[in-house]
DNA sequence: GCGGCCGACTAACATTGGTTATTTGAGCCC
DNA sequence: GGGCTCAAATAACCAATGTTAGTCGGCCGC
């Protein structure tokens, strides 16, 4: 069980998209379980396993990775706060991926089962709930594209989105900050780039005095010039609040 | 409206998942509205469009795909005949890209009025049109990993998942061959790779006889030994049948 | 307070893949 | 049947990025 307010950041990212009324917030809030916590460098779920529940991240940022057999690891996605981490588990079931915490977390869990029968009861919390995949799918897509970008535009363009997606929950501080704990290996392996060529991108971002990198804080100087060096449009978010 | 056997290869996808009721195909069916074809190298929809009907493609090739506005362009899926290309605009409502005919294609339309009524009366059946779209998730995620492999072993890749996925719907010939109209190209625009390079790696691939590919015919010669130089692991395209 | 580890950073070099330009051959239109 | 156009193929050259092999500084545990 968990009060309106724990669920606050999901329920504004849902918000962002379309009317969510205090019923439906009920109904979900009814669907969770417990709270874990997970240290950073641990993971939420791995390759292989078969979650019977589904992860809403509070508090924390985590990324879906994948490893490979040399040791590399490929990251495909990053996630913060609000982000329902692994709901696509309640239909795909076995893991294909896992997902790693990068700073601690602390996570709300959702039966699989309540979910499910969610999906039973409530249509249009479940059409949101697909809808979240579906922009998750919509940041693959875009990631995509980004492989025809340079090194530097394509660290401009993932900042960029952190940058407005950490904005829809509230999460950029005053001064245009907002928390990053991401290594530059890390980076790399999100970006498909080596961490020294990550290393060369940033001093060279740096020298163009978009946004400052220090302690794991990001913190964006001339957002205008930065969207435009990162060529970011960020409608494949679908910020667009209408009956879905 | 439509027949069972118009959609049947659609069926054929959903059950590799789970089980399908006679009731549930009659109410997909009813949500069909006309058939529409498209020519090689129009397109289905357009990045910008607010569509009011999904499209299933019944036969052709499509692309998924965004043009930048240097002229390049990104192909970020290729969909084979069975796939239900848009059924995110459903929810997203605005297309974030567009999707084109690699060659004719002939598409079935469901309004999306009778998609969402679908949602408020099946519940399961919903969940399969959701599993549909998180699967095209996972491949897009399967894409964002393959970054980090050399030319020649993505593009093994790219041969192995549409061996697989056409497998899936009865589409490879008894000589192990299906039909792929890609232009090196557009190869290359999915991958990534500029279509000099696709050539030189083709090349290369050509001599360790694990296909060939002539007149738009890709014929796999030696199925285990092109999935070990691919990496090659079928487990992204969730091919299990279990209750979802 | 010291040793060890990790992340940032640097340098030199290797290589993959991109660019531009040209050729060839197949289909197609009139 | 001649001249299109388009895809495949090839060559020469070039830029971006990877690899290897470090140094340096801060933080943590003992």
Redesign the interface.
């Known amino acids: 069980m968990a009060d309106e307010t724990i669920l606050a950041t999901f329920f504004r990212k849902l918000e962002v998209r379309d009317v969510v009324t205090a019923a439906e917030k009920v109904a979900l809030i009814a669907c969770a379980s417990d709270m874990v916590s997970v240290p950073a460098g641990g993971d939420l779920v791995r390759e292989g396993d078969r979650p019977d529940t589904s992860m809403l991240v509070l508090d924390g940022f985590s990324s879906?990775y994948?490893d490979?057999?040399d040791g590399?690891r490929?990251i495909?996605?990053i996630h913060v706060p609000g982000d329902f981490v692994d709901l696509?588990s309640l239909?795909?079931?076995?893991m294909?991926?896992s997902v790693g915490a990068l700073s601690a977390c602390s996570v709300m869990r959702f039966p699989h089962a309540r979910l499910?029968s969610l999906?039973?009861t409530h249509?249009h919390l479940?059409?949101l709930l697909?809808?979240m995949?579906?922009?998750?799918?919509?940041i693959?897509?875009e990631?995509?594209?980004a492989?025809?970008r340079t090194a530097p535009e394509q660290i401009a363009h993932l900042i960029c989105e952190l940058y407005v997606r950490l904005g829809i929950t509230g999460l950029i501080a005053p001064d245009q900050s907002f928390t990053l704990p991401l290594t530059q290996t890390a980076l790399g392996e999100a970006l498909?780039l080596s961490a020294v060529h990550v290393n060369r991108s940033l001093q060279q971002l740096r020298s163009e005095d978009l946004f400052t990198w220090q302690n794991q804080t990001v913190r964006i100087l001339d957002w205008e010039s930065l969207k435009r060096r990162a060529?970011f449009d960020d409608?494949?978010l679908?910020l667009?609040r209408?009956p879905?």
């Open positions: 879906r994948r490979a057999p590399s490929q495909t996605a696509h239909l795909l079931r076995e294909d991926h499910r999906t039973e249509p479940t059409r697909w809808l995949t579906l922009i998750d799918a919509s693959h897509r990631w995509l594209s492989a025809a498909g060529s409608r494949y679908h667009v209408e879905r």
